[in-house]
């Protein structure tokens, strides 16, 4: 069972508010990931962490930030939401050990966000 | 660069179906590929992961194989029940932090 997740599961906000979505996993993952996607599409990758102080952006652009000040806790944040960022938002976790199950990602249950 | 195919993209069978999902990759240098399901509006879940040194793996009535030379992998569902209905997707991770997914195949097993 993966212990990872998301808060809040459903988000439903109006245009200019500022939003953090969170993300915790108890598993001790180094690279933890945030992926968008829309119903019935592909997943996006906008962000992801190698460890602690380090975040990359990723294939596609996006307005929100990470940020990455605990091995375990991985939060997205977008300054000020538009009607463009409703989406489902997936946070996902992996390590190296055990050996055996190097490099197997573990996804939270997701945050669906719309915005007004 | 990597590319990853799904096919079937959508699939509907009636119960008790054993039934075969094809994932093709383009590139043979991966780490390891990995099967999820996901269930509407949820996250994905884990099914099987089959590291790039290994043929094979299985759980219940899973069982995934690995062809890195042929760039294939198949998920193989035994026994299909409506609760299996959802969508498959397989991943390979093509980096140290690269993952690279498929479109997916959408199942739905008739009662």
């Known amino acids: 069972e993966a212990d990872i997740y998301q808060t809040p599961r459903y988000l439903v906000i109006g245009t200019g508010k500022k939003i953090t979505l969170e993300c915790s996993q108890t598993?001790?993952?180094?690279?933890m990931y945030w992926y968008q996607q829309d119903p019935g599409m592909e997943l996006h990758l906008i962000h992801y962490s190698y460890g602690v102080n380090s975040t990359e952006k990723g294939d596609l652009s996006s307005e929100s930030t990470v940020s990455r000040i605990r091995t375990e806790h991985f939060p997205l944040t977008l300054e000020s939401a538009r009607p463009s960022h409703t989406s489902q938002y997936l946070c996902?976790?992996?390590?190296?050990?055990?050996?055996?199950?190097?490099?197997?990602?573990?996804f939270g249950e997701g945050s669906r966000l719309t915005v007004l | 660069k990597q590319e990853v195919t799904q096919i079937p993209a959508a699939l509907s069978v009636p119960e008790g179906e054993n039934l075969v999902l094809n994932c093709s990759f383009t590139?043979?240098?991966?780490?390891?590929l990995q099967w999820f399901r996901q269930d509407p509006g949820k996250g994905l879940t884990s099914l099987l992961l089959i590291q790039s040194s290994q043929r094979e793996q299985t759980s219940g009535r899973l069982n995934a194989s690995l062809d890195k030379s042929s760039g294939r992998s198949t998920l193989y569902i035994a026994a299909s029940q409506p609760g299996d209905s959802a969508t498959y997707l397989c991943?390979?991770?093509?980096?140290?932090?690269?993952?690279?997914f498929g479109t997916g195949t959408r199942l739905k097993v008739l009662a």
């Open positions: 996902a976790s992996t390590g190296e050990n055990p050996v055996r199950n190097a490099g197997e990602l573990f």
């Open positions: 590139d043979s240098a991966i780490y390891n």
């Open positions: 991943a390979v991770r093509a980096g140290t932090y690269k993952y690279i």
């Open positions: 598993m001790g993952h180094d690279k």
